[in-house]
């Protein structure tokens, strides 16, 4: 039986208990929380027997074979450090860190410790793009020339997931004050790293950032100022030499949720469109198919879950690439990103 603590235990974390909890040999041991209240009512709703409002008491105190945490940005850095001193394997909620600094020393001390560590970055669970970036890597579109990557929502605009102007788990991610890193940091870690994972790495960003005015007065609703970036455009060069834009928005109208890929070779090209499926990608190859410009769609089979993968690294003490490595890379681009927008140019990534 596989122990395994949560800590955190916001909106997310409740997706993290039903996925685990799924799993065969898995039970949740204990929960963590620095609100009282809320884990109190997470661990009646999920059936955890032991509470704690300090995630070092709770490692003190547990015996524990896994943990998985899901606390604000901020706090990655200094859980995390405290999980993998105990040696524990951890899933750690995107982005890895709030800035590089933490985000390097976060992926050197768990490959020190030899711990398992995985990201959460969701999208990943999706087949269809493990699939189709094993088609790159093997050459099956030949050179990568060019690549369009875009994540758009449209939560700015619509109501499809509820009014951001009367609720606290959107209006944080629109303010600074709050710890927000806007659409760049929220959602653009995503989108940078599903795009590396298709293309391969990228050695130069440059970014722009924009806040729009969001037609309310003084640019503030109680508590919250809306000062965070919803939209932002990179021009990138791959490693390999491709030519790149990556974008996102929060003012996508008419788009919910929509993450979309497409990597030009000079022997065909591949898009995935998670919007349309998890399960297949779009295939441009062959003369005949190039020259007629003729799409096929590829079926793929199931993948695990992040989820699933991470439970059977723990049991088998062997992680992937989905690891704190990647996602130090990942910070990389988001503080390139930062960067290139604050000089109004492009800028090398640093890992």
């Known amino acids: 039986m596989i122990r395994l603590g949560i800590i955190g235990t916001g909106g997310m974390a409740h997706h993290h208990a039903r996925e685990f909890q799924k799993i065969k040999g898995v039970a949740l041991t204990a929960a963590c929380d620095i609100v009282p209240q809320k884990v109190k009512k997470f661990a009646v709703e999920f059936g955890i027997p032991a ?24 706090a990655h850095a200094e859980v995390a450090l405290a999980v993998i001193a105990k040696g524990l394997p951890l899933l750690s909620e995107k982005p890895l860190a709030t800035n590089m600094a933490d985000a390097r020393k976060m992926a050197t ?154 990597v030009y070779g000079d022997e065909g090209a591949i898009e995935i469109d998670l919007d349309r499926s998890y399960g297949e990608y779009r295939l441009c190859q062959g003369r005949k198919a190039i020259d007629t410009a003729t799409w096929k769609t590829v079926k793929c089979p199931p993948t695990p879950t992040n989820y699933q993968r991470f439970i059977r690294a723990v049991r088998t003490g062997k992680g992937d690439d989905n690891n704190f490595a990647n996602g130090a890379k990942i910070q990389a681009y988001l503080a390139a990103s930062f960067l290139s927008a604050r000089k109004n140019g492009p800028v090398a990534v640093k890992f």
């Not at 709770?58 to 943990?67: F, H, S």
């Open 51 to 74: 509470v704690y409002f300090d995630c070092r008491d709770m490692l003190a105190a547990e015996e524990l074979d896994a943990v998985t945490t899901v606390t604000s940005d901020d």
């Open 109 to 262: 001390a768990a490959r020190k410790a030899g711990v398992v560590n995985m990201v959460n970055f969701s999208y990943r669970n999706s087949s269809a793009l493990h699939a189709a970036a094993k088609e790159i890597r093997h050459g099956r579109i030949g050179r990568v020339i060019h690549v369009e990557s875009s994540y758009l929502q449209s939560w700015l605009v619509g109501r499809a997931w509820g009014n951001w102007r009367t609720s606290s788990g959107w209006l944080w991610r629109l303010s600074t004050k709050h710890k927000s890193a806007g659409v760049l940091g929220d959602i653009g870690c995503h989108i940078y790293d599903l795009t590396t994972l298709m293309a391969g790495d990228i050695a130069s960003i440059d970014c722009r950032l924009k806040t729009f005015d969001k037609g309310v007065r003084r640019n503030r609703i109680g508590e919250y100022v809306l000062d965070a970036n919803d939209s932002f455009v990179s021009n990138v060069q791959f490693a390999g030499g491709a030519l790149g834009t990556v974008h996102a928005t929060r003012w996508a109208t008419g788009q919910i949720n929509s993450l979309r890929c497409r």
